[in-house]
């Protein structure tokens, strides 16, 4: 077994941000979250992509804080605002054998939701898990605000990369996630996440067993950015994976931003959709539209996914 990546949070680079605070003495940066991680919930998962949740689910493990401040995220309460007492604080054996406990429940894989602030935390786990029998693929399903760097360190790891690309507008990207240089940033990232690991391979069954799957949540009235998106992935690879979501309602302080205060139309949705495709993007997973099956690949027509 290699050297724990944890010492690393002495002075933390661990993502973008940058903060270098040291988490082993107990100080926070940005993401809120001190060395040990903060699980919020651990179990079986049914609304991925076909892929990723496949029959069995995917065991899903999110964690607590964040380096994005998303003012529509789903998921605030867990994200933003998460309370202690609602999370368990785990070491590194105890998150490997909660790794352990979800593949014995029949997960297909596991699923580390918002890693990128625990990322070394996450990965000493994984080496714990793998010697005591883990043997499902790892899934980092991640924000896609990552530290390239960090990235590097843990090669070799994970097994599906599961990463959104949010922005390529620095302007949106501040006003939405108060973050300054995503756009900057996701480019290298994907970059080193398919180098990595490759295209999305799939098993007999379909289930995810290695690659790159990207995600983008189409935003109301910010069809330029969704433009700019799937042109970057286009140009990393017409074969990459990516799922296109029109999943977007107006939550946490959303109602207060005009313009992303409305849920999607279905003609923003297939406008994006036929941009993705004029560009050679047909390994395009998309959501809930009958008229847009056509659109899935082989292994992913499942029907609609739901995406929590
Ligand atoms: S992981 Fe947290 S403390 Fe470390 S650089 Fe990112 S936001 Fe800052």
Same mark, same amino acid.
């Given at each position: ?7 690393? #949070? ?29 699980? !919020? ?37 867990? !994200? ?14 105890? #998150?490997? !054998? ?6 014995? /429940?029949? /997960? ?36 896609? =605000? ?105 939550? =946490?302080? /959303? ?19 036929? =941009? ?30 739901? #995406? /929590?």
């Amino acid at each position: 077994m290699n050297e724990p990546l944890t010492g690393r #949070l002495t002075r933390c680079e661990c993502c973008p941000r940058k903060c270098r605070v040291n988490r082993l003495e107990g100080k926070v940066g940005f993401c809120g979250i001190r060395a040990s991680v903060q699980v !919020s919930y651990a179990g079986l998962h049914f609304g991925e992509e076909p892929p990723i949740s496949g029959t069995r689910g995917s065991g899903t493990i999110f964690f607590a804080g964040c380096n994005l401040r998303c003012v529509f995220c789903q998921n605030y309460q867990i !994200s933003q605002e998460f309370q202690q007492s609602q999370t368990r604080t785990l070491t590194t054996d105890e #998150l490997a !054998s909660d790794m352990l406990r979800l593949q014995d /429940a029949g /997960a297909h894989n596991i699923n580390f939701v918002s890693p990128s602030h625990v990322i070394f935390q996450v990965t000493d786990a994984i080496e714990v898990a793998q010697g005591k029998g883990l043997v499902v693929p790892v899934v980092y399903n991640s924000n896609g =605000y990552d530290s390239v760097d960090a990235l590097r360190q843990i090669r070799g790891l994970v097994d599906v990369y599961l990463p959104d690309i949010k922005y390529l507008d620095d302007e949106l990207g501040k006003q939405l996630s108060a973050v300054d240089d995503y756009a900057t940033i996701i480019s290298g990232v994907l970059g080193e996440m398919l180098d990595q690991v490759g295209h999305l391979e799939v098993d007999d069954e379909g289930i995810a067993v290695r690659g790159l799957l990207v995600r983008h949540l189409v935003l109301p009235g910010c069809l330029d950015n969704s433009r700019r998106c799937l042109h970057l992935l286009a140009d990393l690879s017409r074969d990459t994976f990516v799922s296109i979501m029109s999943q977007y309602s107006p939550q =946490y302080k /959303a109602c207060a931003y005009p313009g992303i205060d409305r849920t999607l139309t279905e003609a923003e949705y297939d406008e994006i959709i036929e =941009y993705a495709l004029d560009l050679g993007l047909e390994n395009a997973f998309v959501q809930g539209l009958e008229s847009q099956d056509h659109y899935l690949p082989d292994f992913a027509r499942q029907g609609p996914f739901d #995406l /929590a």
